[in-house]
């Protein structure tokens, strides 16, 4: 897309190019949604060839045709594409060793809503932001609207017949490891521009960015490891990407066609996570700030004004069938209790600046990454002593600053205003100061190797070049960083998936699940809906065999009627009347039972039916069915914890 419109630079195509994709799979869902067109791979296919024989026939016809420029790479472009292979391959290896497996099904408890979501859309074509999410699988209604943007390309691969766990962790890899990469490495070659470097030393910072990346623990392993969060997840991802692709705007020819391409890119980010609005708007406001320091900036920042009020008019469109649609506020997201009590003053400023890793991989936040962080320090010292090109430390600074003042006081002082957006979760806003640490050790890598081939050549009697001595002396600092520091956290990341999917550490879902999948795949007629609780593996019956659930939600949601009482008072219904109405309306069929699922927290159940302050596990409706005989319940199946019952309720009133 980003060709067809006429936008030239390689770079901002690759490294805006994830987010784009979204941006245009949202469109053409939104499009899809209006038309009562199903939202299919023959669908996507159909719009992207129209597109792109639109964009090469406007181009053709304006005597402006594709130009692929072929050139012998320098020695300095060889080492950073093959460092930028190694970062890729590192990244891409750890997911795949954590899954241990593509088919394997995340254990972690948001990711109930994304495997449900990937799999609604890819079997009914249902993808428009008023279709979903439904809280009935069946009928497609009532919706509670969700941000998808991440899910459509998953389900893409979903309705071409793939399983949708497996193309969830496709697509996990996809936008989580290789988007990381590339728009770290494009940030990397922006920011050395900026700082005035050469094209060589500039995309060998790219290439030293690319091998860090994958060793970093936030922002996107914390946030799979701490509840799934894969939406946040994916914005942060891509979040470099956007960024280096806004930056490197102004040498644009043509603005219009820049300011679409990041007009649809800014949107399909927003579409996936709301907060990619803060995540976007702080950063850059703080990058441009930090450019007002020196001419160089302030040139850029006056022929990026245009192109910033296009793409955001482009974005604003974008978003808007979501806001149309939305049931949730800015007002109700902020509302949320910070989830972490007040932090000392040392503790607070060594894990804002330091690598540590905290959450739950490590709670007391007693290991980090040392070596790195002395990276990034360094860098922070190099870019300000140049005097130029110091966005990318204001901007770094910038959420530090927002950091460590969550962890003095979480959700009082003045930086709620941004972390109120992130539902005052710690993680959500801490994994914003590693957006740039790869950068930050990046440029102290090229630079300090730039600077020790100065002092060489001085005191050497035979004139050396350039051209190979500092390429040669990167190439062999990214190497030592990949035996090291990037190794040692590459090992750690892959610990982490693994916690949560090839060996985790509880299961919600497991051989038994899959046993009662088996049994129940040919026994529930059409029509049929299976009463369950969401919090242990039932909801994979919709994923893999396409069973409908009553329940899509860990605990319950109160925008049907139905919903609550059944998980409260599911075993009462021989002497309710109502709950037996509500079954024969759904037509509750069978029940899923699994006494031993992983507990949660149910301090936000909706209208606070849940009183028990300790983990939810069983919801009470579903507690000892065995225990008493009730009329018309019959067991047909176990395996482990995991129990199915037939429900008749023939010989009841």
Not at 90 to 110: I, K, P
Not at 111 to 121: E, F, G, K
Not at 335 to 346: E, N, V, Y
Not at 469 to 490: F, Q, R
């Amino acid at each position: 897309m980003a060709r067809a419109v006429g936008v030239r630079s390689v770079l901002v195509t690759i490294a805006a190019g994830p987010a784009v994709t979204i941006g245009l799979l949202g469109a053409i869902a939104t499009l899809a949604g209006a038309l009562h067109v199903a939202f299919t791979p023959a669908t996507v296919g159909v719009v992207i060839v129209v597109v792109g024989l639109g964009g090469a026939t406007s181009r053709y016809f304006r005597g402006r045709p594709f130009e692929i420029a072929l050139a012998k790479p320098s020695f300095a472009a060889l080492c950073s594409i093959l460092m930028v292979v190694v970062g890729l391959a590192l990244a891409v290896r750890t997911w795949l060793r954590g899954f241990r497996g593509l088919s394997t099904v995340a254990q972690e408890h948001d990711m109930i809503t994304h495997q449900l979501l990937v799999a609604y859309i890819g079997r009914t074509g249902r993808a428009a932001p008023w279709q979903v999410q439904p809280v009935d699988l069946l009928t497609g209604g009532p919706v509670s609207t969700y941000p998808a943007g991440g899910h459509l390309g998953p389900a893409l691969l979903a309705g071409a017949g793939a399983d949708p766990s497996a193309a969830l962790n496709a697509f996990t890899i996809t936008y989580l490891a290789v988007g990381f990469v590339i728009g770290v490495c494009a940030l990397s070659v922006v920011t050395a521009r900026q700082l005035g470097c050469g094209a060589q030393v500039s995309s060998l910072a790219g290439g030293v960015g690319a091998v860090i990346a994958p060793a970093l623990y936030r922002p996107t392993f914390q946030l799979m490891h701490d509840g799934g969060v894969y939406p946040n997840a994916v914005t942060l991802a891509l979040a470099p990407g956007l960024l280096a692709a806004f930056l490197a705007a102004p040498a644009e020819r043509s603005r219009s066609a820049i300011a679409v391409v990041l007009g649809f890119a800014c949107a399909g980010l927003v579409t996936t996570h709301p907060s990619a609005v803060a995540t976007v708007a702080v950063s850059l406001v703080a990058w441009l700030c930090g450019d007002l320091l020196d001419r160089h900036g302030r040139r850029r920042l006056v022929r990026l004004l245009p192109v910033l009020l296009g793409a955001g008019a482009v974005a604003a469109i974008g978003i808007l069938p979501l806001l149309l649609s939305s049931t949730s506020t800015v007002g109700g997201i902020a509302g949320f209790p910070p989830d972490t009590g007040a932090t000392g003053f040392a503790q607070a400023l060594g894990s804002t600046i330091g690598l540590s890793y905290g959450g739950y991989l490590d709670n007391g936040r007693l290991t980090g990454q040392a070596g790195l962080t002395a990276l990034v320090l360094v860098g922070v010292f190099l870019v300000a002593r140049a005097r130029r090109g110091v966005g990318v430390v204001a901007a770094w600074a910038t959420w530090s600053a927002i950091v460590f003042a969550m962890m003095l006081s979480p959700g009082i002082g003045p930086e709620a205003s941004v972390t109120g957006l992130f539902y005052n979760a710690l993680q959500r806003v801490w994994a914003h100061t590693a957006l740039f640490v790869p950068t930050l050790a990046a440029i102290a890598v090229v630079l300090s190797s730039a600077a020790v081939v100065r002092v060489t050549r001085r005191h050497l009697p035979v004139a050396l070049r350039t051209t190979i001595l500092v390429p040669a002396l990167v190439l062999a600092a990214a190497a030592a960083l990949v035996a090291a520091p990037v190794s040692s956290g590459a090992r750690t990341n892959t610990i982490s998936v693994a916690e949560r999917y090839g060996e985790p550490e509880f299961r919600r879902f497991d051989t038994h699940d899959a046993a009662a999948i088996d049994f129940l795949r040919s026994r529930v007629a059409p029509g049929q809906r299976v009463m369950n609780s969401a919090n242990d593996g039932s909801t994979l019956l919709y994923v893999q065999a396409g069973i409908p659930v009553v329940n899509t939600t860990s605990l319950g949601t109160g925008s049907v009627p139905w919903s609550i009482p059944l998980l409260a008072s599911f075993r009462d219904y021989p002497e309710r009347a109502d709950i037996r109405s509500m079954l024969r309306e759904l037509d509750v069929a069978w029940v899923y039972v699994d006494d031993a699922p992983p507990g949660i927290g149910a301090g936000g159940s909706p209208y606070g039916w849940v009183s028990d302050p300790g983990p939810f596990t069983v919801p009470p409706g579903l507690e000892d069915l065995d225990v008493t005989q009730l009329p018309g319940l019959t067991k047909q199946f176990q395996s482990g914890p995991v129990s199915v019952y037939r429900l008749s309720l023939d010989s009841l009133p």
